[in-house]
């Protein structure tokens, strides 16, 4: 995603209100930060960090691996 195509809305004042975007730059920013992630993504994810912050890393690969 390189650019964000919006329109902004403003108050009276000017002041920004609201933004809007296309659909297709919502669902991209949305995957981009995990927002569209299922419940069991999301549990497996908390599972993943607890474990990493414990010290529990055999369940992990190195990046090299994928």
């Not at 609201?18 to 949305?30: D, K, Y």
């Amino acid at each position: 995603m390189n650019a964000i195509r919006k329109k902004i809305i403003v108050d009276e004042r000017g002041n920004p209100r609201e933004v809007i975007i296309s659909w297709s730059q919502f669902c991209a920013m949305s995957e981009a930060l995990g927002l569209d992630l299922d419940e069991k993504a999301k549990l497996d994810l908390r599972a993943a960090r607890r474990d990493l912050k414990r010290g529990k890393t055999t369940a992990f690969k190195p990046l090299s691996a994928t």
